[in-house]
């Protein structure tokens, strides 16, 4: 089954307006972490924010913030005034914790952002 | 920059042959992932390493193998190449890699962008 799904192939954002990635996620373990990273068109794979599941308040990072709804095994990324460079993949991934016996991170197939002038 | 390197940056090479990606972790991190992205199959955990030794697989081929040198660099080695393992290889580093640590972020390097011809 898949553990983190990712609806959204593709979404289009004026500049500086907000844009919401939609990431769901599926496990038992009630230990485990929510990540984000952009790919950007260059490939490489940039850390951007981390949300625990014991963490009682939504993790923010500058223009990134995390919308973590643990009943509704949800954890989407608010991207506010979005700029041009903010255009590229956005991957949610999990890593479970302790009745995991690997420590893998598994990802969703990703969102493209593309910002408009 | 994450601080984690590797090279090459590029690789082409034909079908039968074997290669060698080379990974350095940050400094003061002692796990090293592998991680493989095609377009088919996303972004795929491979193997772990921890502090020289084997902590984790997962889909990893078995003519793929991977190991961690002293000095923590990693390096996976791929042979008997098909066309379908043209992917873009993604070495990441953490600090531990235990089970327990969900906090545990990976940073990515760039990525080795193989083409099987």
């Known amino acids: 089954a898949q553990k983190i799904t990712q609806t959204q192939p593709g979404m289009f954002v004026q500049e500086k307006e907000a844009v919401t990635l939609d990431c769901t996620y599926d496990t038992s373990d009630p230990s485990y972490g929510l990540f984000w990273y952009k790919q950007p068109s260059s490939g490489e794979m940039i850390f951007l924010i981390y949300?625990?599941?014991?963490?009682?308040q939504n993790a923010t990072e500058g223009r990134y913030s995390l919308n973590f709804q643990k009943a509704r095994k949800s954890a989407n990324l608010v991207i506010s005034a979005s700029q041009l460079g903010d255009s590229a993949m956005y991957f949610c991934?999990?890593?479970?914790?302790?009745?995991?016996?690997?420590?893998?991170?598994?990802f969703g197939a990703g969102t493209t952002v593309t910002v408009r002038a | 920059d994450s601080g984690v390197t590797q090279t090459p940056k590029h690789l082409i090479t034909a079908t039968g042959q074997r290669v060698t990606l080379r990974c350095s972790p940050r400094?003061?991190?002692?796990?090293v992932y592998w991680y493989q992205q095609s377009l088919d199959q996303g972004l795929q955990f491979l193997i772990q390493y921890y502090n020289g030794e084997e902590r984790a697989k997962g889909n990893i081929l078995e003519r793929f193998s991977a190991q961690q040198f002293p000095d923590l660099h990693s390096e996976l080695n791929l042979s008997s190449l098909e066309l379908g393992d043209s992917a873009l290889y993604f070495c990441?580093?953490?600090?531990?890699?235990?089970?327990?640590?969900?906090?545990?972020?990976?940073?990515f390097g760039p990525g080795t962008r193989l083409t099987v011809l």
């Open positions: 990441a580093s953490s600090v531990e890699g235990t089970g327990a640590l969900v906090t545990d972020t990976q940073y």
């Open positions: 991934a999990m890593r479970e914790g302790d009745e995991s016996n690997d420590y893998k991170l598994s």
């Open positions: 400094s003061g991190d002692l796990s």
């Open positions: 949300q625990g599941s014991y963490d009682q």
